[in-house]
């Protein structure tokens, strides 16, 4: 009787190459990749989710990356012997090994990044999209400008307001910097407290913290002790919507009434426009809204849209959030002789006259707007360390009193309810730092100590704060790293056209001039879909897009450049994996069918 072989064990390479090449793998691999695609494109759409995430995001596609393309590398092998029908399945796991190659190569050699240009302007630079934090110091001779101290590239990719992680520097001095707040979206707001007992430095007006709410939405606002802020330079109450808030810290309900009422108004939607060469024109909105008006010196002024709640959203774009006259502003347009052309020009009211805001185009025009409504007086009385009384008087009604705690609300109409925040009697101004802006630029939190003693500041992005300690004084900047593109670009004309009756943008058009070393500057009109290449010295081309644009200057255009090396593999591998599909799909069949034997 034969002795069974004993079965042999695979080893250490069989067993790592069996679990590359099975099936399993590839599956779970393909759907942890759709699985993250789904999350990016569906779940991860905010901005701050998006900086919090791009980090590990990225890393982790990589990853599946390298296993798939290891996957499919070890089930081609596993195939062998090769013969003709298996031709197609070759091609076809070559080319997606070809086309996960050139990704690769894009990763390790590509660049990307963005710079904006007005015209007139030209740079052979591009900022990268990496935080640096460069730290410059006065030459001891005192003349010239700063020189170079210290860089630091900031690792801010996952930070996201309330991170306890630091990033610090030590200088040669034995001084440290230190980063520990990152806000995204940063803006400054004056704001009040009470003055400590002994500070010398009070504001004599008592004033109130008021928060106006309408669903989600809350607006908040500092209102001033009425009684004492009388006279053409005092500023105006807090208004919102129909409702017009003031503060009264020692006044009776009827004197706080009669003042109110008693408040000049505006005339009924019209735009004031003043020129030199005329007294003032009166224009109402509500008739030539879309019509032209003829302006002394052969100018013409229209009214393009009316927006009776304007709001700038995350994109610099004005639009109106409700039919509610909350922030009502206009748009107009302007044109003239000699091509003059002024467009998107915004006229608000942010203030209640006397103080109507104006707007000045060119020298040869001021704008004002004028909006009529029979406001409600709002009055606020303080009646205790952490009490109020709200007084509501509509127009020809008597009040109605509500005795309230701070932060509680009171209903003014079926929309909309006020609260008290704070009440201040002897208020101190400060500056706090919100996070809460959107379109707005991010910003770093730096803390520079040494000796006993400490100095900080809050530096946005693009901008440059000199602190000092201990005698000496550093100029730190926030900006990005920089790297060099192997040509320069300038930009001649930048145009923006829009869809017809909206301000929504329909074409953006940017006319350059491009200079290569060794050749002959030529012109080039870049469009949103019609980018510009130009060749690099060494393989593939540099790629600048159309990006976008600064609504306040629109002479700026923002363009992004990228530099793809592994495009023409890519594109290789796509027609190997499609040749690889056709041959399995229709060419293996017809082979398979004329090779087979007949019968005897």
């Known amino acids: 009787m034969s002795e069974v072989a004993p079965v042999r064990k695979p080893d250490i390479f069989e067993r790592v190459f069996d679990f590359f090449a099975s099936v399993k793998l590839g599956v779970c691999v393909m759907l942890t990749c759709a699985l993250l695609f789904a999350l990016s494109t569906v779940v991860w759409h905010e901005p701050e989710v998006i900086v919090k995430h791009v980090a590990w995001v990225k890393t982790a596609f990589e990853v599946i990356l ?71 110091s006065i030459p001891p001779s005192g003349h010239g400008g700063a020189v170079p101290y210290k860089e630091i590239q900031l690792p801010l990719v996952g930070w996201t307001r309330g991170t306890d992680r630091d990033i610090k520097l030590e200088l040669m001095d034995g001084s440290v910097v230190r980063i520990d707040r990152y806000y995204t979206k940063f803006r ?38 009425e009684s004492l802020m009388q006279g053409p330079d005092a500023p105006p109450p807090f ?60 100018y013409t002024l229209e009214l393009q849209q009316y927006m009776p709640d304007m709001v700038v959203g995350p994109d610099n774009k004005a639009t109106s959030r409700s039919d509610r006259p909350i922030h009502p502003a206009i748009r107009i347009r302007v044109t003239g002789p000699g091509g003059f ?18 707007i000045n185009l060119d020298d040869r025009f001021q704008f004002s707007y004028e909006f009529d409504e029979r406001f409600t007086a709002v009055s606020i009385f303080r009646t205790g360390e952490a009490t109020a009384a709200v007084l509501v008087s509509p127009p020809g009604a008597d009040g109605r009193r509500t005795d309230v705690r701070l932060n509680q609300a009171v209903p003014l109409d079926d929309e909309l309810a006020i609260a008290v925040a704070g009440l201040f009697d002897r208020p101190v101004e400060e500056e706090i730092a919100c996070d809460d802006a959107p379109g707005r630029s991010p910003a770093i939190h730096v803390i520079w100590s040494g000796g006993g003693n ?40 930048f145009r923006v ?81 499609c040749a690889g599909i056709f041959f399995m799909f229709w060419i293996k069949p017809l082979v398979r069918k004329y090779t087979e034997k007949a019968p005897l």
């Open 66 to 136: 390298v296993f798939l393309t290891l996957n499919l590398f070890a089930v081609t092998l596993s195939r062998y012997p090769w013969n003709r029908f298996k031709i197609g399945m070759l091609t076809t796991h070559a080319g997606l090994i070809v086309t996960f190659t050139g990704a690769f190569i894009t990763t390790v050699r590509g660049r990307d990044g963005t710079f904006t240009l007005a015209e007139g302007e030209q740079t052979d630079r591009y900022f990268t999209g990496k935080d640096l934090l460069s730290i410059k």
């Open 188 to 225: 400054m707001e004056k704001a009040w407290r009470e003055a400590k007992p002994g500070h010398a430095s009070v504001n004599p007006i008592p004033v109130a913290r008021v928060s106006v709410a309408r669903g989600g939405h809350a607006e908040k606002g500092w209102v001033y002790d």
């Open 239 to 298: 208004r919102f919507a129909s409702f017009i808030v003031a503060y009264h810290r020692e006044m009776d309900e009827a004197a706080a009434k009669n003042l109110m009422l008693a408040r000049p108004e505006p005339r009924c939607g019209t735009l004031v426009v003043r020129t030199p060469a005329g007294g003032p024109k009166r224009i109402d909105v509500k008739d030539y809204l879309g019509k032209p008006s003829e302006l002394p010196g052969g």
């Open 341 to 358: 052309d002024a467009s998107e020009v915004l006229v608000h009211l942010e203030q209640t006259p006397p103080q109507a805001p104006h």
């Open 454 to 493: 400490q100095t900080e500041a809050w530096i946005p992005f693009n901008s440059t704060r000199e602190m000092s300690l201990n005698e000496t004084t550093f100029y730190f900047n926030y900006t990005q790293t920089q790297a060099a593109l192997p040509f320069v670009l300038g930009l001649s004309d």
């Open 497 to 577: 056209r829009n869809y017809e009756g909206s301000d929504k943008p329909a074409s953006l058009e940017s006319l350059v001039r491009v200079r290569e070393e060794g050749k002959p500057e030529y012109g080039r009109l870049i469009r949103m879909n019609a980018p510009l290449e130009v060749p690099d010295k060494s393989w593939g081309s540099w790629k600048v897009v159309q990006h976008s644009y600064y609504r306040e200057s629109q002479a700026s255009s923002t363009f992004n450049v990228s530099y793809d090396p592994g495009r023409p593999v890519v594109y290789t591998g796509f027609i190997a994996v």
